[in-house]
Every structure is written in C-alpha cells, then in structure tokens.
C-alpha cells in the first residue's frame, strides 16, 4: 500500500508494477514499511476507479538479450524450384 499525501487513503501498488523482475514480495527488492519511493500515476482504472500507479517505469529498462547466428550455413534456405527438383516422379 502506498500513501501519496498524508492525509489521503493508502493506494495498492501491485508487486508486478515494482520492478521489472518477478517478485513474490516488496522485501525481495529491498522495500520496507514506511519507506518513500517514488511511483508514477496512471489516472483512474475507468472500471473500478482506483488509481493505477507504478515504480517499475521510473526504473532504467531491463537490458534485453540479442541473439545472433554465429554460423550461417547452419540455415538450410531453398527455392521452389530446388525442392520441386528434389520431389520424385
């Protein structure tokens, strides 16, 4: 539950909006009761009307993995017509 104003409702932050890993639990990352961070508002869910807020987008991105085909005769690319030449009678 995150508190934006003192005064105002606590709002829930779901575990899938704190980081871009999978997490089970806000201590896995390190959070703790009454700790300050810093989260984005989305407005409101136009179904339900809670507010939709997230840490996960303030945080750098999660660098992706590329990769890359270090052989490329291990591609096996034909035509059409080598594999109609290859068909039997």
Known sequence: MVKLYPNMTAV????SQLDHRRI??????GLEV??????????RDPTDGRMRLSRKVLQ???A????????????????RES??????P
Do not use: C, E, R
């Open 12 to 15: 829930l932050l779901h575990n």
């Open 60 to 62: 750098s991105p999660v």
């Open 83 to 88: 594999s109609a030449s290859n068909a039997s």
């Open 64 to 79: 992706t993995v590329v990769k890359n085909l270090s052989d490329k005769n291990s591609i096996v690319m034909g035509t």
């Open 24 to 29: 089970k639990h806000p201590s896995a990352i």
């Open 34 to 43: 009454g700790q300050q961070i810093q989260v984005k508002y989305f407005g």
